[in-house]
């Protein structure tokens, strides 16, 4: 095995299992998935690890919290002092060193930097963890832009409008300069196709896994590194009750952690443009008709899938922190009106999965609480019993 030149600042990497000597097969990662060299690469090397003891969980969007820890350990896991200054950043918790880390030596975009808040539970965009590992490789030494590859660049998504429209406008100016002028020219990130790299999608284990392969590759020479065997972590408890006496539609406690992964497995079967069954006819009666089509039989579907036939209740102008992991949010339009189902939220958005006339699944779309708190007909739907 070569040794790593610069084993000092990689000499431990992702948290669990870094003592297996040998790559064993993930049964959700068959050989012929597009990254799964790169997943075997950055398993046998302790980049990463899976989620079980057979499983990586290739499709699950990573947050915010978990890419700084990653990068963190991949820098060998520093001593940290201090704090960060975010209010939502809770101390002593399993990420609390990595966000440290992150914001002190400045791997976060500006905007983490300089605001109050972290949003750590916020599923990351392409862009921002393109960004993350650009500022990385330069605390490194090892990435310098090429302003001539932004400009040579193919990719049409790439424009100030869509990220302003989106929310993102603060940290275009980054992401241009470490997507087009470092991880593309690189061979760290790919297109999505021949003109677009989807810079605001979510990012997965299996993209984070593919970039940090072509990472080591790449910049740093394909050097192994030094990886220390740590004790496998103890999961972090639930934030959510299990003992409220209902269960998921698949027999599990009633809680977001498991509603949260019966979505994951949802979208497994429904990646996005998928289509899904229409009209769905709905066991449960439906809030919408026993029978629906577009965004409302997606909604429905999404939702007796997760939670079975529990019954429905509707909330007119909901407050913010009534809305929960699964809960269909509708709103009036121009079409008569549009719901979709909740994946994720932070203080001030939510993600969703939703549909539109085409009766395809979509996924990663975003909403913000000051757009949708003034709109005609917002309402909620949940099946929590609380």
Not at 21 to 33: E, K, L, N
Not at 255 to 261: I, Y
Request: glycine share 8%.
């Amino acid at each position: 095995m070569r040794k790593r030149m610069i084993s000092v600042l990689l000499c431990a990497v992702a948290a669990v299992s870094l003592a297996i000597p040998a790559f064993a097969a993930y049964r959700d990662v068959p050989a012929g998935y597009w990254a799964a060299d790169d997943i075997q690469y950055v398993t046998e090397r302790g980049l990463f690890n899976g989620t079980g003891s057979d499983t990586f969980g290739p499709s699950t969007e990573m947050s915010r919290a978990m890419l700084a820890t990653v990068l963190y350990r991949y820098a060998g896991s520093p001593p940290v002092a201090g704090a960060a200054p975010y209010a939502d950043a809770v101390a002593g918790s399993w990420y609390e060193p990595g966000v440290v880390w992150a914001y002190q030596n400045k791997i976060f975009p500006s905007v983490n930097l300089e605001r109050g808040l972290l949003y750590p539970n916020e599923n990351v965009r392409r862009a921002e963890f393109c960004v993350m590992l650009y500022r990385f490789a330069q605390s490194l030494g090892k990435a310098t832009a090429d302003p001539a590859a932004v400009e040579r660049s193919p990719f049409t998504d790439m424009d100030w409008g869509r990220y302003s429209t989106a929310g993102f406008g603060p940290i275009y100016h980054e992401a241009e300069e470490a997507m087009l002028g470092w991880a593309w020219p690189m061979g760290i990130m790919e297109g999505t196709s021949a003109t677009t790299i989807n810079p605001l999608g979510t990012i997965t284990r299996a993209e984070v896994a593919a970039m940090l392969a072509r990472f080591d590759r790449n910049v740093l020479d394909g050097t192994e590194p030094t990886v220390q065997p740590t004790p496998s972590p103890t999961p972090d408890p639930s934030p959510y009750p299990t003992d409220n006496g209902y269960t998921t539609a698949d027999g599990k406690p009633l809680t977001e952690e498991n509603v949260r992964a019966a979505i994951v497995a949802l979208k497994e079967t429904y990646p996005t443009n998928t289509p899904y069954p229409a009209p769905f006819i709905s066991n449960s009666g439906g809030p919408y008709g026993v029978s629906s089509t577009y965004c409302a039989g997606w909604a429905t579907l999404c939702s007796d899938t997760i939670f079975g036939n529990l019954p429905w209740k509707h909330i007119v102008k909901p407050d913010w922190t009534q809305i929960r992991v699964g809960d269909l949010i509708r709103y009036d339009n121009d079409s008569g009106g549009h719901v979709v189902v909740v994946i994720d939220k932070t203080d001030d958005s939510i993600k969703v999965t939703e549909s539109g006339s085409h009766n395809k699944a979509i996924w990663g779309g975003q909403y913000f609480r000051w757009w949708l708190e003034v709109q005609p007909g917002y309402a909620l739907r949940t099946r929590y019993p609380e």
